[in-house]
């Protein structure tokens, strides 16, 4: 599923053109994670959702790439990366690190008077103009991120009994928070799409931070809360997955019928 088009585009996994989609997920990883946290997504979808997971460079098939050191040039180069894909109905989901780039994307594809997602959905992360500056205070050391991953949740035992796992993991978390810290928010116009933001409820993001995704939203706002930690995505993936495909489902008809009639 994540073979990679390496001499085109190594951002975006092979297209499976077997069904037309109607619409198109792209889909973007949370700090330390790769596209595969994604791989059983595809499979629990409908036929009319064409899921597009994000490889970033640094990790899984891009490992011997180095990591990204600028928040923004990464949401530039995807921004480019995606852009002979998104003449049809898209979406994008980000978690964690992944919604503040999946953010940047909506906003720079508007900047460059490209076309603009059907709808934005962000998981798990405070919004941009809300970010917590002590979140990642202190997380620079191995001891420290070790501690963070287990109190975070969602990583697999077997990457703490594998040293060669577990220093691959250290050091892209350590390269991703890099990132994360260099994030500053500038203010934007809100975006013309509506904006549905996933959390959990057992999370230890303030609940005052997510609702100021609504800041950033110039249509429709929505908050789901699901039962779960910073991970409830892994826990909660059937209820995940039903929600993005109701939430999809209502916005393609909603834009259908605004559509105006041909002639």
């Not at 919604?99 to 959905?121: C, E, K, N, S």
């Not at 703490?160 to 890099?178: G, H, K």
């Not at 930690?229 to 495909?245: C, D, K, M, P």
Request: aromatic share 8%.
């Amino acid at each position: 599923f994540y073979l990679l088009l390496s001499n085109k585009n190594p951002w975006l996994p092979a297209r499976d053109l077997s069904h037309e989609a109607k619409l198109r997920l792209f889909c973007l990883p949370h700090a330390g994670g790769g596209a595969s946290m994604f791989s059983q997504w595809s499979s629990q979808l409908p036929d009319w959702i064409e899921l597009l997971p994000v490889q970033l460079p640094g990790r899984e098939q891009r490992l011997s790439q180095p990591a990204s050191r600028n928040l923004l040039d990464v949401v530039h180069t995807l921004g480019e990366s995606i852009l002979s894909l998104v003449e049809e109905p898209f979406a994008l989901f980000g978690h964690s690190m992944g919604a503040l780039l999946a953010y940047g994307m909506a906003a720079r594809l508007r900047d460059m008077g490209r076309p603009q997602p059907h709808m934005l959905f962000v998981s798990g992360s405070a919004a941009p103009s809300m970010r917590d500056p002590e979140r990642l205070a202190g997380l620079d050391n191995d001891r420290a991120l070790i501690a963070d991953l287990r109190q975070q949740g969602g990583t697999p035992q077997e990457v703490f009994e594998s040293p060669e796992l577990l220093r691959l993991t250290l050091d892209v978390l350590a390269a991703d928070y890099r990132l994360c810290r260099r994030f500053r928010y500038r203010g934007r116009a809100p975006l013309a799409h509506p904006l549905h933001v996933l959390a959990g409820r057992d999370d230890d993001i303030d609940s005052t931070r997510l609702e100021a995704w609504q800041q950033m939203a110039g249509g429709a706002f929505s908050l789901s809360w699901f039962e779960g930690g910073h991970f409830f995505i892994r826990q909660q993936q059937a209820q995940v997955l039903a929600t993005i495909e109701r939430a999809l489902g209502r916005r393609l008809e909603e834009v259908s019928h605004a559509a105006p009639a041909a002639c």
